[in-house]
């Protein structure tokens, strides 16, 4: 019972010790609370709309007739397409493209109009840039339609030239009718699926650097020996002490962003807000988890910095935000599983999205249980760096 109170004494007082470097560091106030606020303003207010709209487009009309000029009429109607641009010529549209005035452009040939109606098949040629992914992809999405689109009433003229009535023409014109239902995301906003991508991961990365730096600093300024002796020499009772304050208000700021997100902004949450709560909780532990890691093999303030950064950063990529993980070659694809970002966004996308029974999530809400505690059989390693507490600059 003695030995207990040493520890509880001693983890009371690893946290007031961690509550009076905040004070002094207003560094961990900033990292913790501000830049995530930041963020998170930044982004929803970025993508308030879903998905961006009227983006800056071109067109060369070589043809110049009615026909050309209704296609282009069509094309700006489009409510992600803005024609800004008339070029005279391919060089003209290319340059305005190279300087950022446009985002594609669409070329019209000549005699477009005559060949279309003697069935001759002209060709429209389109290009996007796409160095800038989402506003290139939208426009390849509107050129192409509109492409099929003016494909379809050309033959539609073509035929009622030749005396055709519309019940003979719209089999041949849409011989299959597909009907569409979007699951999950059925306005298609791009808000919705990047702002709950984004946002945690961006938490995440700040978890791993305010843990790397708390620990590292203590190494570099040479304090880590009274850290531990504050925790009664327990690595255990030390390291709880200092963590704890960030996994509470690291989870406050977790809670508060999906609070905007499902309850301000109303993004889908087909499911209960707390199984969402849990898998943040988790996110945020797991990631300190793996901070210590990093500083139990490296323990270095600048190393560890610089293998967090990365850690986090890769995170955006490699655990299916930008590019599908089945798409991924296998050894990728594996990789991805060690991520604890990867996790909460397939709990993300079962439970809010989807809506389906908690139980089908077990195997991600575990992962993130067995990240939070796989840095314990290292903590005798870290207790040995703390004890040396070798600086390497």
């Known amino acids: 019972m003695a030995e207990q109170g040493s520890l ?34 930044f982004f929803l207010t970025l993508m308030d709309e879903g998905l961006p709209r009227r983006l800056p487009a071109g067109v060369v009309d070589l043809d110049r007739t009615p026909t050309s000029r209704n296609f282009i009429r069509q094309l700006n109607s489009f409510s992600e397409t803005h024609i800004v641009l008339a070029a005279n010529s391919y060089t003209e549209a290319r340059k305005a493209v190279q300087a950022g005035e446009i985002y594609g452009f669409v070329v019209i040939p000549e005699d477009f109009e005559a060949k279309a109606l003697s069935g001759r098949r002209p060709e429209l040629t389109f290009y996007t840039n796409n160095i800038y992914f989402i506003p290139g992809a939208l426009l390849f999405k509107d050129f192409k339609t509109m492409s099929v689109l003016a494909s379809g009433a050309v033959v539609q003229q073509t035929m009622l030239a030749k005396g055709a009535y519309e019940y003979q023409m719209s089999p041949q014109l849409q011989p299959i009718v597909t009907d569409m239902h979007s699951l999950g995301n059925p306005w298609i906003s791009y808000a919705i699926y990047l702002c709950n991508s984004f946002l945690p991961g961006m938490l995440q990365l700040m ?60 993004f889908p949450l087909n499911n209960h807000f707390w199984h969402m709560a849990l898998a943040m909780l988790l996110l945020v532990v797991a990631s300190q988890s793996y901070a210590v890691i990093m500083m139990s093999f490296a323990p270095s303030l600048r190393i560890g910095l610089s293998i967090a ?19 991924m070659y296998t050894p990728f694809q594996i990789l991805s599983n060690i991520f604890p970002l990867r996790h909460y966004f397939l709990i993300y996308a079962d439970q809010a999205l989807n809506g389906i029974p908690l139980y089908y999530s077990r195997v991600q809400y575990l992962a993130l249980l067995l990240f939070a505690i796989a840095s314990v059989p290292l903590l005798p390693r870290l207790k040995r760096a703390l004890i040396k507490q070798v600086y390497v600059p």
């Open 8 to 41: 509880k004494k001693g983890f009371v007082a690893v946290v007031k010790r961690e509550m009076r470097r905040w004070v002094s560091r207003p560094l961990y106030i900033l990292c913790i609370v501000f830049l995530p606020l930041f963020g998170y303003l």
């Open 207 to 266: 978890v791993l650097l305010v843990t790397v730096f708390s620990i590292g600093s203590e190494i570099k300024h040479q304090t880590s020996r009274e850290w531990l002796r504050t925790g009664q020499g327990s690595i255990i009772v030390a390291l709880s002490g200092k963590l704890m304050p960030q996994t509470v208000l690291f989870t406050i700021m977790g809670l508060f962003c999906q609070t905007l997100l499902y309850g301000y902004w109303h």
């Open 309 to 327: 950064g990365l850690f986090g950063i890769i995170s955006f990529s490699i655990t299916g935000f930008s590019f599908p993980a089945p798409a």
